[in-house]
């Protein structure tokens, strides 16, 4: 007997069911982020050209929710620590660059992340019940402390950045998906977090000349 397609498979309700499938794992992820608060410091990048000291960084990431503290997804955490050891490595201001345990280097960089999320689970499920048709707003706070020292452990400088970022999902931006996707925003802060962090290091005479902008 000759096979025959299933009922259930063939167009137009085949169809018709793989695009609602993917409507509803769009809207489920349709959301776009901004910032709200400006970060000044980042610029220019690269710095001007100066002495370069090995370094080596230590970067751990924290998520604070409800007043609890959480560890990065295994994602984030590489995602995050790559967006740093980037910006060192472009820097100008670091050669060589080194970030495992026990490495040597004239100047050791512990970075700490700390991203603080403010968000209501009551409309976070109104939206995901209702595939985006409710809108829903969530708030984080991204802060970046960087301790400098020397291989020996004298202390030569802490520097604190910190930006908002605000979240939005609302099926209305379905047309637009993807718009501002939210970890590409995040990896940005982070980025610039960095940069105003090395550019008033260097200033400050911690990495390259001081005042030679």
Wanted: with cysteine; proline share 7%; glycine share 8%.
């Amino acid at each position: 007997m000759p096979w025959r397609q299933p009922k259930w498979a063939t167009p137009p309700q085949g169809q018709a069911g793989i695009a609602a499938a993917l409507l509803i794992v769009l809207a489920s992820g349709c959301a776009a982020a901004f910032r709200v608060s400006r970060l000044e410091g980042s610029s220019p990048w690269p710095p001007a050209e100066a002495t370069e000291k090995s370094v080596v960084v230590a970067f751990r990431g924290v998520l604070e929710r409800d007043g609890r503290d959480f560890a990065l997804s295994f994602q984030a955490a590489n995602l995050y620590r790559a967006v740093t050891l980037w910006v060192y490595d472009t820097s100008g201001l670091c050669y060589p660059l080194r970030h495992g345990a026990g490495e040597y280097g004239e100047v050791r960089a512990d970075v700490r992340l700390r991203q603080r999320s403010q968000e209501s689970a009551l409309w976070l499920a109104l939206n995901n019940l209702t595939f985006g048709l409710i809108p829903y707003w969530e708030t984080h706070t991204w802060t970046l402390t960087t301790e400098f020292r020397t291989w020996e452990g004298k202390e030569l400088g802490t520097f604190e950045k910190s930006q908002k970022m605000r979240t939005f999902a609302h099926l209305v931006l379905l047309p637009f998906y993807p718009f501002a996707p939210p970890p590409g925003v995040a990896c940005g802060i982070i980025r610039d977090l960095n940069r105003a962090t090395l550019n008033e290091a260097r200033s400050k005479g911690i990495l390259g000349n001081p005042g030679s902008r």
